[in-house]
């Protein structure tokens, strides 16, 4: 969790990642890990943009915001904005919540209910809803600004960073009462995580005088039976089952997102950051100069890895760290670090693709697809097992916004320019990507993954169109009623 920007990703598959910080500024929020994939087990919420969709993970009622087109006399803040809920197989919308004059969205679907958060001037407007009956059950202010979004499994607790302190300091949100607390940790920045198949929280704190940084992790089940008590010596709160202090670190503000990597067996910690050498290196800085600082969270060992930079994950089966070097070029390179020995790949892959980047891990975990964050390069499909990699056939395609299916393994993604929009299949066996044919204009993807329906929202943005992906057709379209204000 952390400091500045980025949104919405599962951290059990870490599926998808990006690798450079040019397309990932472009984001609100600060969870990083996904800048494309709209996979509705994410844990770290969605931000809901015009027309963007989310799903629920359990209902797999879908949700979609609408909203108005400006007049010249309003400014975006004032404009009307509707949040509409369509249950599966449902032929109607219902409108559930009146979201206008509110800006910055995001839905989460906690274990109380779903989750708006929204903000206006200096205040954070946290709405929870029902996910059956859609009923109000409770509405807080709170005065910040919150961006980014990450939930522990139980999802029971939501962390978010304060984006109106300087310091970025990470809250914790009850999701059963909507009471907020502040992450203390003593230093000048932190970065967090929650585990994956536990209420763990994983943290880095930065102490920028003595370029120290503290790797501490607390259960949150012993913290709410300890009523979070802190510390006055240490600043912490009690009951930290890891700190241990690494020397020489320095915060790597470049991206300064969530990129904190935990392994599906919540058995490895991962921290991106730099080495500090005397000099401070501000902003962009030679590969030279980034290192990934490995926490075993069992043993309490930690282990530099030199040359590789953030964000970082794991394939699905967690056998391999994933992250990114250069090349001699500086060209940037797919790095696969063996997460038994913590030795990297002796080949790293060289994906040839110049600029900003991203890739996805397949379900399997046996193929990663690398896509140009601009979308004018062809895919290029790379086999872990037999380390080969392959210019997808077809047309190019980026990462910006899709989804994934396990069986088949393929992507489905859409790209617009505001005009006209576009559809595509990508077929991992196949190593081809297709476009698909439709009846309208698509904006935004999501999916339904027990239906195996995708679902789509057009640039007109008053229709939800539900599409079969075997066959490729629409199923129902449902009509979002909203009227804007005259």
């Not at 209910?113 to 407007?125: N, W």
């Not at 920028?208 to 802190?230: C, G, I, K, P, Y």
């Not at 926490?295 to 394939?315: C, D, M, Q, S, Y």
Request: hydrophobic letters at 40%; glycine letters at 6%; aromatic letters at 8%.
């Amino acid at each position: 969790m952390a400091a500045a920007i980025g949104e919405r990703m599962r951290t059990t598959s870490l599926r998808f990642l990006a690798l450079h910080f040019v397309a990932a500024a472009a984001l609100t929020g600060c969870t990083g890990l996904s800048l494309g994939e709209n996979d509705p087990n994410s844990n770290l919420g969605t931000y809901l943009g015009d027309g963007s969709v989310a799903v629920d993970p359990e209902s797999e009622t879908t949700y979609v915001l609408v909203s108005a087109e400006p007049r010249q006399d309003q400014t975006d803040e004032q404009v009307k904005r509707t949040l509409f809920a369509v249950r599966p197989g449902a032929k109607e919308a219902e409108e559930i919540a009146d979201l206008s004059e509110r800006g910055d969205p995001r839905l989460l679907f906690t274990s109380n209910g779903v989750l708006a958060m929204s903000q206006k001037g200096s205040e954070e407007e946290l709405l929870l809803l029902d996910n059956e009956s859609f009923e109000e059950k409770a509405r807080v202010t709170v005065p910040t600004w919150y961006w980014g979004t990450r939930q522990s499994a139980s999802r029971r607790w939501v962390g978010v960073a304060d984006n109106a302190d300087s310091d970025y300091d990470i809250h914790l949100i009850d999701a059963k009462t909507l009471e907020t607390r502040v992450i203390p940790h003593g230093g000048d920045y932190i970065e967090a995580m929650f585990a994956n198949e536990s209420d763990r929280l994983v943290a880095i704190s930065l102490d920028e005088q003595t370029h120290q940084a503290r790797l501490l992790s607390w259960d949150m089940n012993d913290l709410e039976a300890s009523e979070f008590t802190v510390f006055p010596e240490s600043g912490l709160w009690s009951g930290a089952d890891i700190d241990v202090s690494v020397d020489d670190i320095e915060w790597d503000s470049f991206f300064s997102f969530t990129w904190v990597g935990i392994s599906p067996d919540d058995r490895l910690a991962v921290f991106p950051v730099k080495k500090y050498d005397g000099e401070v290196e501000i902003g962009d800085a030679s590969i030279d100069d980034y290192q990934l600082v490995v926490l075993n969270l069992e043993t309490k060992e930690t282990h530099i890895i030199p040359r590789a930079k953030g964000p970082v994950g794991f394939t699905p089966d967690g056998s391999s760290i994933v992250s990114y070097d250069e090349g001699p070029d500086g060209e940037q390179r797919l790095l696969l670090i063996d997460a038994e020995t913590l030795e990297p790949d002796a080949e790293p892959v060289d994906v040839a693709i110049d600029g900003s980047i991203s890739y996805f891990v397949s379900h399997q975990g046996n193929y990663v697809v690398v896509a140009s964050n601009w979308g004018d390069e062809s895919l290029v499909l790379y086999d872990i097992d037999s380390r080969k990699q392959t210019k997808m056939a077809g047309p190019a395609v980026g990462l910006q916004e899709f989804v994934s299916r396990a069986n088949p393994e393929e992507l489905w993604a859409v790209s617009n320019d505001g005009y006209e929009g576009d559809l595509y299949r990508v077929d991992l066996q196949a190593a081809e990507v297709y476009t698909v044919s439709t009846p309208f204009e698509p904006e935004h993807i999501g999916i339904l993954p027990a239906r195996d329906e995708l679902v789509l929202t057009d640039l007109d943005r008053r229709t939800l169109h539900f599409m079969d992906p075997d066959s490729e057709i629409v199923l129902r379209q449902v009509e979002l009623p909203f009227e804007a204000d005259e």
